[in-house]
């Protein structure tokens, strides 16, 4: 076997690991935190989107029941309610970008993904819940990246990455596949466009499952 099929069977059987780890731990208290702070990355994509077409955002809420909102008036409402779930995916891409591109600075991109939370948390949520959660969670992220090594941040970074792309996956089927007559991000395009909350799902599921597939083969190649 030659050294290149080596370290992809090695990528193979860690992905794996990751994967099947988060899958049976998905509704235990170990990714309980990473799911409210991928529900946070959701609001926060809202509210980006909202400022990036000319919107504002008065405030994000995040609920411990893994419920989110983002008061983000303003804007371009279609980009801003679209933003929510491809706004995960993007984050999700972008921690594993950065674990398996730039593998010598992963600790550079966990203190980023920290001052995303943090400054996020401070200027835009008043929710004390959410606020205690984004800043506890933002000085964890600190701390790991100061004292976890090399090893440690990337993974980290692919944890995070991984929970949130799978978090966006699985949460549209539920939220909008499964149960289409709750208020949703879907729902809401839907009466904006007058198309229905279901072909929104199926287009986001349809993206999310593409973009993942793409993630990996990427990764796979690199190995």
């Known amino acids: 076997m030659s050294d290149r099929a080596k370290r992809q069977f090695r990528f193979l059987a860690l992905f794996g690991v990751y994967f099947t780890s988060i899958w049976f731990l998905w509704g235990t208290p170990f990714v309980y935190p990473i799911k409210l702070f991928v529900v946070l990355l959701h609001e926060v994509s809202h509210g980006l989107a909202a400022l990036l077409t000319g919107g504002q955002i008065l405030g994000i809420e995040v609920t411990p029941r893994e419920g989110g909102l983002c008061r983000c008036p303003g804007g371009n409402p279609f980009l801003t309610l679209s933003a929510g779930y491809l706004g995960s995916l993007l984050w999700g891409g972008a921690m594993i970008w950065g674990a398996e591109r730039f593998k010598s600075r992963s600790a550079w991109f966990v203190t980023g993904i920290a001052a995303v939370a943090g400054v996020s948390t401070l200027l835009f949520v008043r929710q004390p819940f959410a606020a205690a959660f984004g800043l506890a969670f933002a000085g964890g992220l600190l701390i790991v990246s100061r004292r976890a090594g090399l090893v440690g941040n990337r993974i980290v970074l692919t944890t995070l990455g991984l929970t949130s792309c799978l978090y966006a996956v699985l949460d549209i089927k ?11 991000d879907a729902r ?3 009466e904006l466009t007058h198309i229905p909350t279901v072909v929104w799902g199926s287009i986001w599921i349809a993206t999310a499952v593409a973009f993942c597939a793409i993630l990996f083969r990427w990764a796979f190649r690199r190995a």
């Open 174 to 184: 539920s939220d909008i596949l499964d149960r289409p007559e709750l208020l949703s």
């Open 188 to 190: 809401m395009l839907a």
